[in-house]
């Protein structure tokens, strides 16, 4: 049906009869742009968000012009041990799974041979599919370093890359791995190369490794999503749990996302939710991949409704019907604050993502209203809350300014000792009363020894905010303007809520606990 619309693209007509049976209806816009350029064997700069079909933009193209150079050489037909024909680049674990995964799907009868390596699990496996042969590899740098320098794979003769998330390789730290990988390729290859935005490093990068490159920018002309409701809670960070409780309360909440700065923060979060009777996961860079990946499918079937993460989970985790997120903590980076609450409004859908903002924050509020151009509604909440608050001494930006002084002056309290509580923290959190999968097991989701885990950097160089004079602008109550706030006496979503679509997995996130035991 339709595919006369992918077939006039290029693709060949058993891809076409693939995307059908997948539910594809009409190419996004990064697919109508991309996939021709593509299947002319062009270099490519795509500037595109998350969500917007970047995979199946690059995915379809390649696999077709995977098979026609192999039917141009026969002698090359099967792929060789330890050589892949083609490599994906991916800055996080989940991302490279998710990538492998959808590609596996576009592939439908091609028999193509498909590799991931990531670090935090055991590598022998991945070294066994290398030595099999594989067309495509999908790979996070750290690990696929450590895989080359051991000898188990090798670039020499690998025609196709494709680096997804640039931006996001930028962030963590991984463009020298990614200079090094690519200096082990062939000069002569075909380079496609993805990213949300187009900072400096990223541009040098394009100039160094692309010939005569495509560019095509499908990024929108709003920052944010506008089918995203944002909305802000004035609350001092002692009552925070007690708004967050209140407001996963929501009638209409199907699934959500709970975002902190910390990895300390995230387990602290997770526990206190768990303990007020909500089924909540957490997912970090300390977690091993075996937990992070059981956090992720609990999260997914619906055996959880909440997901407490870091921003290693603000790209490249593709979750349907989340339909909250809650920024628990406002991220240093108003464009962390993007991608966090890009998890919502997918395909299409609506979404509301909720702020949780103390005083010492509202510059960082005012950041992110300065980037997406737009305001962020602040909105009051009828709840009673303990009388923990201090009272309001200073101003919100005088007091984030006293916070990075005093950080600044305390010698030794960078990365490295943020990391060292975090970890603290992780240890500390196994010990949980609900018991869920994917919640214990190990907290050193660095395992595999790998000393350039991005994820770790990233989530490990901050210090939770000391915001303990910071205060509730309100005093000790809120006042509700939103209709769509359940009683607070109501935990989890709705029975039969009509933004779940049917899935059969939703049945679970909607049964009752009462937290008042």
């Not at 709970?258 to 990895?263: P, S």
């Not at 909500?278 to 409704?305: D, M, P």
């Not at 005083?359 to 303990?386: F, G, H």
Request: contains cysteine.
């Amino acid at each position: 049906m339709t595919n006369g619309v992918f077939a006039d693209l290029g693709l060949h007509s058993s891809f076409c009869e693939t995307v059908t049976e997948l539910g594809f209806t009409e190419p996004s816009d990064i697919q109508k742009a991309a996939i021709p350029d593509v299947l002319a064997g062009r270099d490519l700069l795509g500037i595109a968000q998350t969500g917007t079909g970047k995979t199946a933009a690059f995915g379809l193209p390649l696999l077709q012009n995977l098979i026609k150079a192999a039917a141009a050489n026969k002698a090359k037909m099967r792929c060789t041990p330890r050589h892949p024909r083609a490599l994906i680049l991916a800055p996080t674990r989940e991302l490279a799974i998710q990538i492998h995964e959808e590609l596996g799907k576009l592939a439908g009868n091609t028999k193509m041979n498909f590799a991931c390596v990531i670090g935090g699990v055991n590598q022998n496996p991945q070294v066994k599919k290398l030595r099999m042969g594989v067309d495509i590899l999908v790979a996070a740098p750290g690990r696929l370093l450590d895989l080359m320098n051991q000898g188990h794979v090798t670039l020499s003769e690998t025609q196709f890359l494709v680096l997804d998330e640039c931006d996001r390789l930028l962030d963590m730290g991984f463009i020298p791995d990614v200079r090094r990988i690519v200096g082990a390729m062939p000069k002569q290859r075909q380079t496609l190369l993805f990213s949300a935005t187009m900072p400096t490093e990223i541009g040098r990068l394009a100039k160094e490794i692309l010939d005569e490159p495509v560019r095509v920018d499908v990024s929108p002309k709003e920052v944010t999503v506008a089918k995203i409701d944002q909305r802000a809670v004035m609350v001092s960070t002692p009552n925070k749990r007690v708004v967050l409780e209140h407001l996963l309360r929501d009638k209409d909440l199907v699934r959500a996302i709970v975002f902190t700065r910390t990895k300390h923060g995230a387990n602290k979060v997770a526990k206190q939710l768990n303990g007020a009777g909500f089924v909540a996961e957490v997912i970090h860079g300390n977690k091993t991949q075996a937990a992070r990946q059981r956090a992720l499918e609990n999260f997914k079937n619906g055996n959880s409704w909440i997901l407490v993460a870091t921003d290693i989970a603000a790209r490249g985790i593709d979750v349907s019907d989340v339909s909250h997120v809650f920024n628990y903590e406002l991220p240093h980076e108003p464009e962390s604050y993007v991608h966090r609450i890009g998890r919502t409004a997918r395909a299409g859908a609506k979404g509301i993502a909720w702020a949780l903002v103390d005083a010492a924050e509202v510059s960082r509020l005012r950041a992110v209203e300065r980037l997406t151009k737009r305001k962020v509604d602040v909105v009051k909440l009828d709840i009673e809350l303990p009388n923990k608050t201090s009272k309001p001494t200073e101003d919100s930006e005088r007091a984030e300014r006293r916070q990075g002084q005093q950080r600044s002056r305390r010698p030794g309290q960078g990365s490295t000792q943020g990391q060292g509580q975090n970890q603290g923290g992780s240890h500390r959190s196994r010990r949980r009363s609900s018991g869920k999968p994917g919640q214990g097991g190990n907290s050193t989701g660095n395992s595999n020894g790998n000393r350039r885990s991005g994820e770790a950097q990233a989530q490990g160089s901050e210090n939770p905010a000391n915001n303990n004079r910071s205060s509730n602008v309100n005093g000790n109550t809120l006042t509700s303007t939103n209709e769509n706030v359940s009683p607070y006496g109501r935990v989890g979503p709705r029975a039969g809520s009509s933004s779940d679509g049917g899935r059969g997995g939703g049945g679970t996130p909607r049964r009752r606990r009462n937290p008042a035991r």
